[in-house]
């Protein structure tokens, strides 16, 4: 009833288990270290998981179809389009659909002010000029504005 335990039989029994294992365990076991990540940095199966991450990263995009192109928005309703103009300025290019021709000059100018004002503040036109296609409609207007 009182039997002695034999700590160096059940070592040996372990060590026997381990040296028996089978190739296929052996794979098992390696596998089981990389999807568990348990292997030290620097070692050769580390260096092996970062590559095959790295390989995915890089590569994938030319095999897998992520849909992530950029949606194409347009900021303003009537594409309004924002250029650098001289001495720190800014040319404001309007499409035409946008604007109401049929009332005068004075009407224009206070239409594309008043779809400017919603994108830079409060301000001036101080010219304006049409541009024209090859059949001669109008296509946009260019805008110079002054800041209040």
């Known amino acids: 009833m009182n039997s002695p335990i034999h700590w160096q039989q059940s070592e040996a029994v372990a060590t026997a288990l381990d040296n028996a294992v089978s190739p296929m365990g052996a794979v098992w076991r390696t596998i089981r270290g990389y999807i568990l990540w348990s292997y030290e940095r620097g070692s050769l199966h580390y260096d092996v998981m970062v590559t095959l991450i790295l390989l995915f990263v890089f590569v994938s995009p030319h095999f897998i179809n992520f849909k992530d192109k950029p949606i194409e928005r347009n900021p303003h309703l009537t ?36 779809i400017i004002e919603p994108i830079s503040g409060a301000v001036n036109v101080t010219k304006y000029e049409t541009v024209k296609d090859a059949s001669g409609r109008t296509q946009s207007y260019k805008v110079w504005v002054e800041k209040e």
Do not use: H
């Open 79 to 114: 594409g309004v389009v924002v250029i650098a103009g001289d001495k720190g300025g800014f040319i404001y290019q309007i499409q035409a659909s946008a604007v109401n021709t049929s009332a005068g000059a004075d009407d224009v100018r206070r239409q594309l002010e008043q």
